[in-house]
């Protein structure tokens, strides 16, 4: 057996604390006690639905699958668990005493009413729960493997997909690893069958969709048969705020997700200045607080699951989902937010995923490593994107087609960039077409609408203008122009009597065409493009709700 792996000393207390002999009294009403035997299994990898344990005498120890190595052992007054333990996904590990041992089984139910009602200890218990995970995707520890090439866009995509959605996974890159080639000999796989996801050291994956990688951990599973108080579409800013909110005051909330929490905001490097983070926060850690809330409060929330079309007769609402399925909701809440908008320019998106990129995190900075890179736009999320690459690339040229960026993007990220060397801030720029073949080897940029120049970069970051992803919707809300949702007083009366509004009221603020359902966030037409805002409709949305429900 291998012996525990050691957490950093500085974080080892929040990790895994242990109790007073006050607050295990708190906690003895809200379970039973066990006797274990050394030896006993108390769950295996990929249950789900676990209990809280608390140890109250001996020893549980935690084990990574397949090579049983030993995270930590819990001992007296400690407890075991993570952030699968708060929404009842399938446990990326396994526990079993280590010797004779008591124990406190604690119902997962009787978890979320702790964590709602006794500060102290939600605290306690929480912070454990999100550092326990940092600590295993850190290590790269968990029942995932994901075997891929640099130069494969669904392995970047799969990457981003398990990092986002805080997935511990260990990553061996085909071209980069020499035990790769004995380990596709041994599974009796080919290279041109990666990316491969190996889930338990058993079940292999070939070239999986992002559809079925979340089926295989577990993250988009719900039930359809129960009708919510209120469906949210979208798990960016505004509907984590809705979720949150909605939850913590009592109503079911579903929540359906298409990739990731935090949308466009989740690929953020560093927010500065959103409300609060005075250093700033990244656009991942802000989302995934945001995702824990909201189950802490009891909120389900589906990834990976995609809203297909909304019936726009009959109560209660029904979302067909596009991977088939539906769900059933009272109310509705819309914040599927956009997509930055892909550039018309001859090549320039049969690069991407291996050149062209459309987020700028971690694994993206290090593809690109001490190499030029060029950033396309003039936006915050551009200049963020800018100041986070120029850490770890040799040079970023930020291209902008206006002659600067005053009208666009924030003061104190203009003066970031002014004063970070390795930034060019190209005006009046933009790229007419790309030369490559496997790989972009030069990017070619016209300068005033006349100069052609030359860039030798071979990655290529896209933050542009946004579309909203209303695709869905068009046969059944009033949208604007530019295919953004309308909703309060932007709909005009000729709208509203084309749309057939049925009330002798007027739409309330965020709600659309059809009552009952509401629009938030960048989704919706007319709306301030900012974190802040996105989460400050969310949350204002569900007053609204509760209205309506009451109706």
């Known amino acids: 057996m291998s012996p525990p792996v050691q957490a950093a000393p500085a974080r080892r207390d929040e990790m895994f604390p242990r109790l007073s002999s006050e607050q295990l009294a708190r906690l ?24 809280f344990y608390v140890v109250i005498e001996g020893e549980v120890e935690i084990l990574v699958p397949v090579t049983e190595q030993v995270v930590v052992v819990h001992g007296d007054g400690e407890f075991t668990g993570d ?7 399938a446990a990326v590990v396994g526990a079993r005493a280590r010797s004779a041992t008591r124990i406190l089984d604690i119902p997962r139910d009787r ?14 218990v929480l912070r454990a729960f999100i550092l326990r995970r940092v600590d295993l995707i850190a290590r790269g520890q968990g029942d995932l493997v994901l075997v891929g ?21 260990t990553y061996m890159d085909i071209e980069r690893d ?34 079925e990688v979340a089926e295989c951990c577990g993250l988009n599973r719900l039930d359809e048969s129960v009708v919510r108080d209120v469906l949210v579409v979208g798990a960016g800013p505004a509907g984590l705020a809705t979720a949150v909110y909605a939850a913590s005051e009592g109503l079911d909330v579903l929540v359906l997700e298409s990739n990731a929490p935090g949308g466009q905001a989740g690929t953020s490097s560093k927010i500065e200045n959103y409300l609060g983070f005075p250093t700033g926060v990244s656009g991942q850690d802000l989302a995934g607080r945001a995702f824990i809330q909201a189950e802490k409060f009891g909120a389900e929330i589906s990834i990976a ?16 989902l596009a991977g088939g399925g539906e769900v059933f909701g009272r109310t509705i809440v819309i914040a599927c937010g956009v997509q930055y908008r892909k550039p018309d320019v001859p090549d320039l998106m049969r690069f991407e995923g291996t050149g062209v990129y459309f987020a700028a995190t971690s694994i993206e900075a290090t593809a690109c490593q001490r190499e030029d890179v060029i950033v396309v736009g003039g936006g ?19 291209l902008v087609r206006g002659r600067g960026l005053a009208e666009s993007m924030s003061r104190y990220l203009i003066r970031r960039i002014e004063e970070t060397p390795n930034i060019e801030l190209r005006t009046r720029t933009q ?33 542009t203008g946004a579309d909203p992803n209303t695709a869905w919707l068009e046969r059944c809300l009033t949208l604007d122009a530019k295919g953004f949702v309308k909703t309060g007083v932007d709909l005009t009366p000729d709208e509203l009597h084309a749309a057939h509004w049925p009330l002798t009221r007027p739409p309330h603020r965020f709600e659309t065409s059809i009552p009952h359902v509401f629009a938030t966030g960048d989704v919706r037409s007319g709306s301030v493009k900012r974190v802040a805002a996105a989460v400050g409709e969310g949350s204002a949305c569900v007053q609204l709700v509760h209205q309506v429900l009451a109706e």
């Open 380 to 398: 915050n999320s551009a200049g963020q994107a800018a100041v986070f690459l120029s850490r770890a690339v040799r040079k970023v040229h930020m």
């Open 111 to 124: 978890l979320h009413s702790l964590v709602q009602t006794d500060p102290e200890l939600s605290d306690i």
């Open 305 to 320: 699951r995609s809203a297909g079309s909304l019936a726009c007769d009959g109560r209660p609402f029904k979302i067909k």
């Open 178 to 211: 020499p035990s790769v080639a004995s380990l596709l000999e041994r599974l009796v796989v080919g290279a041109d069958d990666v990316p491969l996801v190996i889930y338990a050291g058993k079940d292999i994956l070939k070239k999986p969709s992002i559809e």
């Open 149 to 169: 090439s640099r130069h494969s866009a669904q392995t970047l995509r799969l990457q981003e997909f398990l990092s986002r959605n805080g997935r511990p996974f």
């Open 431 to 463: 790229i007419v077409t790309v030369e490559g073949e496997r790989h972009i080897e030069r990017v070619i940029c016209e300068v005033g609408g006349e100069t052609r120049m030359p860039i030798d970069a071979r990655h290529v970051f896209v933050m």
């Open 28 to 51: 003895a009403p809200l379970g039973r006690e066990r006797q274990l035997a050394a030896g006993e299994v108390l769950w295996v990898h990929g249950a789900r639905n676990l209990d």
């Open 83 to 89: 952030v699968d333990t708060l929404s009842g996904r």
